[in-house]
């Protein structure tokens, strides 16, 4: 691979990290401001709300060079902005070492990565899930797996989408019937929906089992956080990434 297209991936990798920062700031307020969106207004501090000079934008230098503070009124900038960075481009970094030429699956893969690492933030930060990104995966599952048989087959892509919604739908479903209210939020229905259509419904079991497990220890770990509900969908994502790691390190074995 040319270091000219190595470049350019690792760059590209930190402005979407950096564009998943802003996502994540953003996903709440925008429920409630419809006047806020993705591009408008242009970037500002939490803080003092004024808007980011170009320099001030350009991912890890920036925080770098003004030591984690804002350049207007010297508050701390939130440390997941740039762990967000460095994870896409740790997260590049691999899949760039894994191929020895450009290949529109590191693409694919790439983004995969990056919608489940939102809804994993999100989950935890807000216990919500974004139900556009969660479509996206689905949408992704079925194209990938129809033109590429990249995970599995179509068939079991498809089974895997329905399979996914409606079983956390009936568990829910019951759920209600005996305590009266919701135990499962919808979002996770199409969240798990969107794993079944990229891995295929066999993969449905161990994500589900290897979700559940995370999301207990999450809500462990932070109990006085998570007083009555447990962020399934972080746990879910999460299993999603390892899931992905098991299915390529079985390959190459």
């Given at each position: 691979?040319?270091?000219?297209?190595?470049?350019?991936?690792?760059?590209?990798?930190?402005?979407?990290?950096?564009?998943?920062?802003?996502?994540i700031y953003?996903?709440?307020?925008?429920?409630?401001?419809?006047?806020?969106?993705?591009?408008?207004?242009?970037?500002?501090?939490?803080?003092?709300?004024?808007?980011?000079?170009?320099?001030?934008?350009?991912?890890?230098?920036?925080?770098?060079?003004?030591?984690?503070?804002?350049?207007?009124?010297?508050?701390?900038?939130?440390?997941?902005?740039?762990?967000?960075?460095?994870?896409?481009?740790?997260?590049?970094?691999?899949?760039?070492?894994?191929?020895?030429?450009?290949?529109?699956?590191?693409?694919?893969?790439?983004?995969?990565?990056?919608?489940?690492?939102?809804?994993?933030?999100?989950?935890?930060?807000?216990?919500?899930?974004?139900?556009?990104?969660?479509?996206?995966?689905?949408?992704?599952?079925?194209?990938?797996?129809?033109?590429?048989?990249?995970?599995?087959?179509?068939?079991?892509?498809?089974?895997?989408?329905?399979?996914?919604?409606?079983?956390?739908?009936?568990?829910?479903?019951?759920?209600?019937?005996?305590?009266?209210?919701v135990g499962?939020?919808?979002?996770?229905?199409?969240?798990?929906?969107?794993?079944?259509?990229?891995?295929?419904?066999?993969?449905?079991?161990?994500?589900?089992?290897?979700?559940?497990?995370?999301?207990?220890?999450?809500?462990?770990?932070?109990?006085?956080?998570?007083?009555?509900?447990?962020?399934?969908?972080?746990?879910?994502?999460?299993?999603?990434?390892?899931?992905?790691?098991?299915?390529?390190?079985?390959?190459?074995?």
């Amino acid at each position: 691979m040319s270091i000219e297209i190595f470049i350019y991936l690792s760059l590209f990798a930190l402005a979407v990290g950096s564009f998943v920062g802003v996502f994540i700031y953003r996903f709440p307020l925008m429920k409630s401001n419809e006047a806020l969106n993705l591009i408008n207004p242009r970037s500002f501090c939490p803080s003092c709300r004024r808007q980011l000079k170009i320099p001030m934008l350009i991912p890890i230098f920036s925080f770098l060079f003004l030591r984690g503070r804002c350049g207007y009124c010297n508050e701390k900038i939130e440390p997941l902005y740039i762990i967000n960075e460095l994870v896409h481009l740790l997260v590049m970094l691999l899949i760039l070492n894994s191929y020895t030429s450009f290949n529109i699956s590191m693409v694919f893969i790439f983004f995969l990565f990056s919608i489940f690492y939102t809804q994993i933030i999100l989950d935890y930060k807000y216990l919500r899930l974004s139900i556009s990104l969660n479509i996206l995966l689905m949408l992704a599952g079925l194209t990938i797996n129809y033109y590429l048989n990249f995970f599995t087959s179509l068939e079991e892509s498809i089974l895997g989408l329905m399979a996914g919604y409606v079983f956390l739908w009936f568990i829910n479903s019951l759920y209600f019937l005996i305590r009266k209210k919701v135990g499962i939020g919808s979002g996770d229905f199409l969240l798990f929906s969107g794993c079944g259509a990229i891995f295929g419904v066999f993969a449905l079991g161990p994500i589900l089992l290897i979700g559940s497990s995370v999301s207990l220890l999450i809500y462990v770990l932070n109990k006085e956080k998570f007083v009555e509900q447990i962020p399934l969908g972080s746990g879910i994502a999460s299993a999603a990434v390892i899931y992905y790691l098991i299915f390529v390190i079985a390959e190459l074995l």
